[in-house]
């Protein structure tokens, strides 16, 4: 029987330790063949391709070449915004530091901050081991997770069944302005796996009471449509209110706040949630 309920940290500081020296060594071999996650992945959802997002869980010895997360991409997860944005006609520009009329604008200063808003580790402010044992914010459940098996075993973990789906956004390359055409209620039961923003590879699995996640249908200001991952807050308490003041001119604990979910990020959630969402 699948165990179900909230995550419980088995991250260990030597665990993390011998990743950073590089004396971790993970169970994949390589990529050209295929490696041990692949096939446990293919034993659970056969004949389902394995995300791209989850892709660099496959690299040998789990480190890339500087770090996975540009600037561009950092804007795809730092656009702040209402739950009534969420409409068809509605604009945004990503990375934009000034209101423009109708236009969602993304707060100036990339920070760290309780908010989670951005869910990265900024690898100048904080160490991996201090991202992975720093507090959570109110209400959450997190795990940092260096392998595609352990992803896949804590998050059927949480949900107690196999039946679950990872989604994600696919954001254009080079394309920051965007009006939504669609928007699809997902679930109130998500959880998100973020890339941290290490060389190492470490994801972050994570969930958030009182959360609800949607697939926004986005078409870029050259014609290419794109579909990005949502989330909004509904409980900001735990938000950073220089943060939220600037972004938004509210304060923690007043009214849902959202944003996209970058490229580098997905939400496993139950099948039957996106039985007709085309991704």
Not at 58 to 87: M, V
Not at 107 to 116: A, C, L, W
């Amino acid at each position: 029987m699948l165990p179900s309920g909230g995550y419980t940290t088995q991250w260990t500081r030597d665990s993390i330790k011998g990743l950073q020296e590089g004396s971790l060594q993970l169970a994949f071999v390589g990529i050209t063949a295929t490696s041990p996650g692949e096939d446990y992945w293919q034993s659970i959802w056969p004949n389902t391709p394995l995300p791209k997002t989850f892709s660099d869980l496959l690299i040998p010895n789990g480190k890339t070449n500087g770090l996975p997360i540009k600037i561009e991409e950092l804007n795809q997860y730092s656009t702040l915004f209402f739950e009534h944005d969420l409409h068809p006609g509605k604009k945004f520009v990503l990375g934009n530091s000034h209101p423009v009329g109708n236009i969602i604008r993304r707060f100036r200063k990339s920070r760290q901050g309780v908010t989670d808003s951005i869910w990265l580790a900024n690898k100048d402010e904080q160490s991996l081991e201090d991202f992975c044992y720093s507090p959570t914010a109110i209400a959450e459940h997190k795990h940092c997770v260096s392998s595609l098996n352990s992803m896949i075993d804590e998050v059927i973990s949480h949900f107690g069944t196999t039946k679950i789906k990872a989604i994600s956004s696919n954001f254009a390359q080079n394309q920051d302005q965007y009006v939504a055409e669609e928007v699809k209620r997902i679930s109130e039961n998500a959880v998100m796996c973020h890339r941290l923003n290490f060389e190492n590879v470490v994801f972050n699995c994570h969930q958030v009471s009182k959360t609800t996640a949607y697939m926004v249908s986005l078409v870029a200001s050259d014609g290419t449509k794109t579909n990005a991952l949502t989330v909004c807050h509904h409980d900001t308490r735990g938000m950073n209110p220089e943060l939220l003041y600037e972004a938004l001119q509210v304060t923690p604990g007043t009214v849902p706040v959202c944003h996209f979910i970058g490229n580098k990020a997905a939400a496993w959630v139950p099948n039957h949630t996106v039985d007709n969402l085309r991704c």
